[in-house]
């Protein structure tokens, strides 16, 4: 079997936000002040729209019974458009990819990304048409839209996995606005990782993978991330354990 999961983060559109305000003499912090100011008059809430969000990093996880291969892209290493190609070359290569929270604000936000930037995949777009959505969205495998709709760090840690370390995307926000990309990539992959775990136990549930398979690639997975570096990738580790 082949899937791939991936995890974005996003961070304000500043430079849209800029121009559809009319802002040219703020800096980015005070543009932001702006844009939640008036998502929350909009909304009641700071949680900006998909069309007011950027991608500002991505981790994909290669699967398939033979190999494992963990990409990660930031604003730190690529562009914008660079990140969205590994998204639909992802797609392309694996048939099926697997999010948490992904089918809904975040393709959205990277299909109007797309457009933003002219981002051309015609390959992914045809095997979109023939053969319809490739996408599992494991929160909506959980409970369908409407029910309440629990977080990737908790859900992660109720079932045994390492959750997120304490990181957050908002957390995340206020870093970038800051100046601070370090943690982008970090919070895709451990985002990625938990996600990828969830997907093997849900696979193994539903018997697409066995338990044999799925024991196999988690010890495969154990000793590439004892080969990477990050901080993160250590505290993910102690926090697995030996489950």
Same mark, same amino acid.
């Given at each position: 079997?082949?899937?791939?999961?991936?995890?974005?983060?996003?961070?304000?559109?500043?430079?849209?936000?800029?121009?559809?305000?009319?802002?040219?003499?703020?800096?980015?912090?005070?543009?932001?002040? %702006?844009?939640? =100011?008036?998502?929350?008059?909009?909304?009641? *809430?700071?949680?900006?729209?998909?069309?007011?969000?950027? %991608?500002? *990093?991505?981790?994909?996880? =290669?699967?398939?019974i033979?190999?494992?291969?963990?990409q990660?892209?930031?604003?730190?290493?690529?562009?914008?458009?660079?990140?969205?190609?590994?998204y639909?070359?992802?797609?392309?290569?694996?048939?099926?990819?697997?999010?948490?929270?992904? *089918?809904?604000?975040?393709?959205?936000?990277?299909?109007?990304?797309?457009?933003?930037?002219?981002?051309?995949?015609?390959?992914?777009?045809?095997?979109?048409?023939?053969? $319809?959505?490739?996408?599992?969205?494991?929160?909506?495998?959980?409970?369908?839209?409407? =029910?309440e709709?629990? $977080?990737?760090?908790?859900?992660?840690?109720?079932?045994?996995?390492?959750?997120?370390?304490?990181?957050?995307?908002?957390?995340?926000?206020?870093?970038?606005?800051? *100046?601070?990309?370090?943690?982008?990539?970090?919070?895709?992959?451990?985002?990625?990782?938990?996600?990828?775990?969830?997907?093997?136990? %849900?696979?193994?549930?539903?018997?697409?993978?066995?338990? =044999?398979?799925?024991?196999?690639?988690?010890?495969?997975?154990?000793?590439?991330l004892?080969?990477?570096?990050?901080?993160?990738?250590?505290?993910?580790?102690?926090?697995?354990?030996?489950?």
């Amino acid at each position: 079997m082949r899937f791939a999961v991936f995890s974005i983060a996003t961070a304000p559109d500043i430079e849209s936000a800029r121009r559809v305000y009319q802002l040219p003499s703020l800096d980015d912090v005070s543009v932001a002040k %702006v844009l939640f =100011h008036r998502r929350k008059q909009e909304s009641g *809430g700071e949680t900006l729209r998909w069309d007011q969000r950027a %991608v500002a *990093g991505i981790t994909v996880v =290669h699967h398939s019974i033979d190999s494992l291969q963990i990409q990660t892209l930031s604003s730190a290493t690529a562009s914008e458009p660079e990140m969205l190609q590994a998204y639909y070359a992802a797609a392309l290569r694996n048939g099926r990819m697997v999010s948490w929270k992904g *089918g809904q604000s975040d393709q959205a936000l990277m299909r109007f990304r797309t457009l933003l930037h002219e981002v051309t995949f015609p390959a992914y777009w045809q095997a979109l048409s023939e053969s $319809g959505d490739p996408h599992l969205d494991l929160c909506d495998w959980f409970a369908a839209t409407g =029910h309440e709709r629990p $977080g990737l760090d908790e859900t992660a840690r109720r079932l045994g996995y390492p959750g997120l370390a304490g990181l957050s995307e908002e957390a995340l926000t206020e870093d970038w606005l800051n *100046g601070d990309r370090s943690a982008v990539g970090a919070f895709t992959e451990l985002a990625a990782l938990n996600t990828y775990l969830l997907a093997l136990r %849900v696979f193994v549930v539903t018997g697409e993978i066995s338990r =044999h398979d799925s024991a196999r690639v988690a010890l495969r997975l154990r000793e590439e991330l004892r080969r990477q570096p990050g901080e993160h990738l250590a505290r993910f580790m102690a926090a697995w354990g030996d489950r």
